[in-house]
């Protein structure tokens, strides 16, 4: 199997110098959905909060709900191009589009992006907690301790901040989506800090699947294998980006559009008898769930 196709070309070696990365400077660009994807008022009438909404995973996901009908609001670091665009595409499916800069690693943030949210729209129906970072690293003893707490503040402290800010908002029927990783379940030596999130995120949605059930709130997540955002080129090298997803079993990254369904289904009626679980769209490759 080549790495990679017509349809999913393989990327060109890049790096970008900052964090986290611009998804306009991505090239090939992602594709955040497909062409051929028609919604079918899934949603319709949800509000969705949706962190790293900007780009990626993100973008692709506010799309995916705009389309099936949701309202959304987006939160983001400092990426206001990438947030702008998103926009746009949320409001061409004829749905609300709000967006909010600022640091969900900050507790004080992630409240007044809830209250923010229920504010302009009046309700919470669907959280996904899904802006992440990461520092590839060469060893344990190249991680700083400032490094440990900032990944762990941005992957896995917003989880629970936002969770815990949102509760007091959230029905019954609503949902909550948590981003996760292949890393979880497979490890990975130059991420050892953001697989250790990946995987305190797994316990977390299982856990808060038991706290919630009696309020009939649905807890899920989606672990993501190799998939092309902005975070690949500016946090590997060029080299390594040339190369990204050619040892999974497809050969090639997944694209955003790939991802987004999936967290469509958890949000939606299809999936009412779902909690507690994790889908895993990563190319193939065969983990333990």
Known sequence: MT?????????????????????????PRP??????????????????LITGGDSGIGRSVAVHYAREGADVMIAYLNEHSDALETKRLVELENTR?????GDVGDETFCRKLVEETVRIFGHLDILVNNAAEQHPSKGLENISSEQLE?????????????????LRHLKEGATIINTTSVTAYKGSAHLLDYSATKGAIVAFTRSLSEALTDRKIRVNGVAPGPIWTPLIPSTFTSDHVGKFGENYPMCRPGQPSEVGPSYVFL??????????QILHPNGGEIVAS
Do not use: W
Not at 97 to 101: D, G, K, P, Y
Not at 267 to 276: K, L, P, R, T
């Open 3 to 27: 790495p990679g196709t017509k349809r999913y070309p393989k990327p060109v070696p890049q790096q970008q110098d900052h964090e986290p990365g611009i998804e306009s400077e991505m090239s």
């Open 31 to 48: 594709e955040y959905i497909r062409a051929d994807y028609r919604g079918s008022a899934k949603l319709a009438g949800k509000v969705a």
């Open 97 to 101: 589009c709000e967006t909010l800069a």
């Open 150 to 166: 900032r990944t762990f503040k941005t992957n896995f402290f917003a989880y629970f901040y936002l969770a815990k800010a949102a």
């Open 267 to 276: 949000a939606s009626e299809d999936a009412s008898f779902m909690s507690g």
